[in-house]
């Protein structure tokens, strides 16, 4: 489906419903009377209630898979936008015959929000999984042992390579907007208990200082890449975009990216950094 939006996948099943509900309307502008032309009126807001209420029900165990949560909230979307410029269509003639004013709104706000519930649903997952991986880390203190610094390279490597397998399955089904807010979120999610480890620690010593900024470069250095490297690889312009948006909807990674260079930083350089305003 390409709309002002961008492109963006629709499962079959949510590709033949507008013309199913086409279908209804077109029949509710020929009816003889109001009745009739109000009773395919009410079966068209039914299809988009049933299509927001049944999935999530029947279909809950399927709809945990990122990729069909991600198709389901595109369908969502798609159907309830149809839903939602029907009056544009068919609004004067619907006053004609039921003497009412023509909406959907209320359908389409539940499949809305059915389509944005399923997808929540999938990220939080996601979330939690990053955060159990990262607690692996034990707030990236390297005095516990001496295997500590090995530990949490592996960390590192294994929430990168989560990120980048979440990506590669969401972008070719999201748009770009719904897929910079998803993989934002889990970003931001990411280097904020990141950020809030390093800065629960009182203080490292020289060691940590030099080895932590080796240790987690990897994660700022390569996190964006994680996410745009789903993008097309001749499409240099598309993976400027998201990740110049992505940072933007992310701002605990400009502060992971400090903290970084505050531990690589001498004394003076801090004081320069501060002076500058940086």
Request: hydrophobic residues 50%; charged residues 20%; glycine residues 6%.
């Amino acid at each position: 489906c390409l709309l002002a939006e961008g492109k963006y996948q629709v499962s079959r099943t949510g590709a033949q419903i507008p013309p199913l509900i086409d279908a209804l309307m077109g029949r509710a502008a020929e009816a003889k009377d109001g009745a009739t032309a109000a009773a395919l009126c009410s079966a068209v807001e039914d299809v988009g209630t049933l299509m927001a209420a049944l999935p999530p029900v029947m279909h809950s165990k399927q709809l945990q898979a990122p990729q069909l949560a991600a198709l389901y909230f595109n369908d969502c979307h798609y159907v309830s936008v149809h839903l939602a410029t029907l009056p544009l269509h068919y609004g004067p003639r619907m006053s004609e015959l039921t003497g009412g004013m023509l909406s959907f709104m209320s359908a389409a706000v539940l499949l809305r929000d059915a389509g944005q519930a399923a997808l929540s649903a999938v990220l939080a997952e996601q979330e939690r999984q990053l955060m159990e991986l990262l607690g692996g880390a034990h707030q990236f203190s390297l005095r516990r042992k001496q295997t500590a610094g090995l530990t949490c390279r592996k960390v590192v490597s294994a929430v990168l390579h989560s990120l980048k397998r979440f990506a590669a399955v969401l972008r070719p089904v999201l748009n770009a907007a719904a897929f910079v807010s998803s993989t934002a979120s889990l970003l931001q999610a990411v280097c904020s208990r990141v950020v809030d480890d390093l800065l629960s620690v009182r203080d490292f010593d020289a060691d940590e200082s030099a080895e932590l900024p080796v240790i987690l470069m990897p994660l700022v250095e390569e996190a964006l890449a994680a996410f745009t490297s789903s993008a097309s690889r001749h499409d240099d312009a598309e993976q400027r975009m998201l990740c110049i948006a992505l940072k933007s909807s992310a701002p605990a990674f400009q502060k992971l990216l400090v903290v970084v260079k505050l531990l690589q930083a001498r004394l003076a350089d801090i004081g320069t950094m501060w002076e500058a305003g940086e």
